[in-house]
């Protein structure tokens, strides 16, 4: 746990039916980061990940891109202390 850190994230534009969420497990798993994605009624995709602070903001660079058929249009991001409570990355259900 030491040095591992934690971030929530909203990702708003067009982000659901763009394969965001599935990407963005292979990324966070690619990066060796921790936790879970899902859709929100809102249409917007909210993460939770953790991990090495250098990995994390690789991913929110890519959460600001996401795949070739989304466009995002704002990150909305809250760091936090990490509990440890998942062992992969995955896509939940939405919310």
Request: glycine share 12%; proline share 3%.
């Amino acid at each position: 746990m030491m040095g591992t850190q934690r971030v929530s994230l909203r990702i708003r534009g067009k982000v659901q039916g763009v394969f965001f969420r599935e990407s963005a497990r292979f990324e966070a798993c690619r990066l060796g980061l921790t936790g879970w994605v899902r859709n929100r009624e809102d249409g917007s995709v909210e993460a939770v990940a953790e991990g090495a602070p250098a990995a994390l903001e690789d991913f929110i660079r890519w959460c600001h891109r996401g795949p070739q058929a989304a466009r995002v249009t704002d990150v909305e991001r809250s760091d936090g202390g990490p509990t440890g409570e998942f062992s992969t990355f995955s896509v939940e259900r939405s919310s």
